[in-house]
RNA sequence: GACUUGGUAGCUCAGCUGGAUAGAGCAACUGCCUUCUAAGCAGUAGGUCACAGGUUCGAAUCCUGUCCAGGUCACCA
């Protein structure tokens, strides 16, 4: 974790910062403060200096902590304080001080905000060190469709992809389909069983949901056939083991291992429907991958490197000829690389996946997007590659996240097909978002197809933003009735906030111009503050791997233009110099809140 | 049992490396549309930061212990 975060760790943060906002200031105050404690204390000269925006409650704009220098020169902390501020007010950023119980409150300067707007002209972030970074992330398994842990999957690691490239890193997006194995063949024996010949046309059903019925007869029938070996007394998965319908699907998946024409036949005809089906919802999501990978297309691999790390003393094989790795040295266990009967294991497709990746790109770093539960299985990965040598082995990412819950702190469940599936949750998200528009009496104004489209935006940008503005490794509880209220936190603030300065910009006619007016007010300074700590927060997101922050930075945004908004006037304001600047600073706006929707995957609509 | 992540308002979450009277949104209650989009703005109310110790000028934050919850520890994926 560590060493990924030091390479990633941009030039432009050198300076470790004790405040999100506003470094630049920070930098010319602390050189101006070092002055003053070279010709006042220079047997003391701090390292750092703490500070902080200004509470509310008190005037100025940024707080110096004054305790810990004070403890340094010996001195109480109001003398200190009150020194540094006339030193302070001396320099041309600051034009006011107050000191309040050894905090020393600072106004600045119009020149400290000019400065500021200066800075933060250009949202763009340059920076050195650039990686060539592969990502993976999605990973469905092909026998039904996604559900709603797959969307806080994809939206975090399209985020997280989108946030990199922006700082400039060489990203690539690739996609893993977990097609073969047993569960594929439950819903090939499913259909065998109940299909009738049947097809998603014929039904009138989108392929991945097609595919996912015939998963859930098969569970149902499972299900229904172990009754009586649970009634004896055996464990529910023990005693679906026993039955006649799972005989089938093993009987199936060893004959599909065989190369089976007509198990492939159907597999092929199975997997068909399902990527029609889920490649429509990768494309409403505006979810892509550079290159697909196919788990049938590498298990195989992986057994070549069983045998070679076998031959090579790495791995060992027990008395029944299960091929294992020792990993009691690293506080883990033994942990089982290939079956005694020969056959390939979960973790054996993905040594194979692993080499094949960096053979493919020669990338410095693999991420993973993969939820928590699978920490233990990518931590024993890395020790693998790590001993058979693999010197890609320290670049293996894995990114974990939290599950998601439903309302009352349990899982959600997809396995016996309950409405977890994320096309539902999205539908129905959509539809509240439609219904919104005709109560708030917009709907007149919009044609059919513009209705739908805001519906859509809206819909699905409120998902995204309530799965990407909880800290990714944390559970979140999703409650879908929740998603649905538009109001408050939500992504559709951010997009109306959005269409609201794009709808006053296209009335502009004249020039964009930084000049800043003589007086600022409240409003426009908290604007300008804000605005200037989006790179900063771009930065840090980029080295947590995680764009809950930037979410929280566009929410604020978003409310504080508000504020700036219906207290001010722009385009009516009559004072030239004062409209003008207004108009530059919606525009800036506008375009942190664009380029911030835009990574978090968030659509920008036109009107709503 | 071991490892791991959490516990902050009725609910969902912020709180960054210790700083001022712990912040938002939802839900509840008040106001504001003949004025640049009211999916908005302004306000009221709501807290023993799981608990107990410790470190210090100062702890939701750091340390120790306890309790509670999720996840993992397969010849499942």
């Known amino acids: 974790m560590m060493r990924w975060l030091i390479c990633l760790q941009s030039s432009i943060l050198q300076i470790q910062l004790n405040n999100r906002n506003m470094e630049s200031i920070y930098r010319l105050l602390k050189a101006v403060l070092i002055e003053f404690f070279k010709t006042n204390y220079p047997e003391s000269i701090p390292a750092d ?152 046309e014929s039904e009138g059903i989108k392929g991945d949901f097609f595919v996912g019925k015939f998963y859930v007869l098969f569970s149902t029938e499972c299900s229904r056939q172990a009754q009586p070996f649970i009634a004896q007394g055996m ?50 999501l505006g979810i892509d991958s550079e290159k697909d990978y196919y788990e049938s297309q590498e298990y195989k691999k992986g057994k070549d490197i069983v045998e070679l ?72 990965l890395k020790y693998i590659m790590e001993a058979m040598q693999e010197p890609f082995s320290k670049d293996i990412y894995h990114l974990s996240y939290g599950l998601v819950l439903g309302k009352d702190g349990s899982k959600f469940k997809s396995r016996e097909g309950t409405p977890a599936d994320a096309d539902m949750i999205l539908d129905a998200v959509v539809e509240e978002a439609k219904s919104q528009t005709f109560e708030s009496g917009k709907a007149e104004q919009f044609s059919e197809k513009e209705l739908k489209e805001i519906a859509e935006s809206v819909g699905i940008g409120a998902v995204k933003f309530a799965l990407l503005k909880v800290t990714a490794t944390k559970n979140i509880v999703f409650d879908p009735k929740e998603a649905v209220d538009l109001n408050g936190d939500t992504g559709s603030f951010i997009q109306y906030t959005y269409v609201r300065t794009k709808s006053l910009l296209s009335r502009w006619e004249g020039e964009l111009n930084s000049q800043m007016a003589a007086e600022l007010a409240a409003e426009e300074e908290d604007l300008i503050i804000h605005l200037s700590s989006f790179k900063s927060c771009l930065l840090r997101c980029a080295e947590a791997l995680d764009p809950a922050e930037l979410a929280l930075f566009t929410l604020n945004l978003a409310k504080i233009y508000n504020r700036f908004y219906t207290q001010l006037s722009v385009l009516k304001e009559e004072n030239i110099e004062k409209r003008n600047f207004r108009v530059y600073l919606t525009n800036l706006t506008n375009q942190a809140l664009s380029k911030s929707l835009t990574i978090l995957g968030v659509t920008l609509p036109e009107k709503m």
């Not at 763009?124 to 970074?133: G, V, Y």
């Not at 023990?238 to 799972?246: P, S, Y």
């Open 309 to 380: 790390g076998y031959q090579s003393g790495v791995f060992h094989k027990d008395e029944t000829g299960a091929i294992y790795i020792d990993l009691t040295d690293k506080g883990l266990d033994k942990k089982f690389l290939q079956r005694s009967n020969g056959t390939s294991l979960y973790i054996t497709q993905d040594m194979a996946l692993v080499k094949q990746r960096f053979d493919d790109y020669h990338m410095d770093k693999m991420i993973y997007v993969v939820g928590d539960e699978q920490n233990y299985h990518f931590k024993v």
């Open 49 to 200: 200096f703490i500070f902080q925006s200004t509470n509310k409650e008190h005037q100025g704009h940024i707080t110096l902590m004054v305790f810990p220098l004070a403890k340094l020169v010996k001195k109480s902390p109001d003398d200190l304080a009150n020194a540094l501020g006339i030193y302070l007010i001396s320099s041309d950023l600051i034009v006011g001080q107050q000191v309040i119980n050894g905090f020393l409150n600072l106004q600045l300067s119009p020149k400290a905000f000019q400065l500021l707007i200066q800075d933060n002209s250009d949202l763009k972030i340059e920076s050195k060190d650039l990686k060539k970074i592969v990502l993976e992330y999605c990973g469905p398994n092909t026998n039904k469709p996604i559900h709603i842990g797959h969307l806080r999957n994809m939206f975090l690691g399209y985020a997280v992809a989108a946030i990199l490239k922006e700082i400039g890193h060489d990203v690539h997006k690739v996609n893993i389909f977990n097609d073969r194995g047993i569960a594929i063949c439950k819903s090939m024996v499913g259909y065998l069983e109940y299909g009738n010949q049947t097809t998603p």
């Open 235 to 284: 464990k529910k998965e023990e005693a679906e083991a026993q039955t006649a319908i799972f005989q089938k699907a093993n009987d199936l998946l060893i004959k599909w291992e065989n190369g089976d024409i007509e198990a492939i036949a159907l597999w092929n005809l199975m997997n068909g429907w399902f990527y029609d089906g889920v490649r429509k919802t990768y494309a409403r």
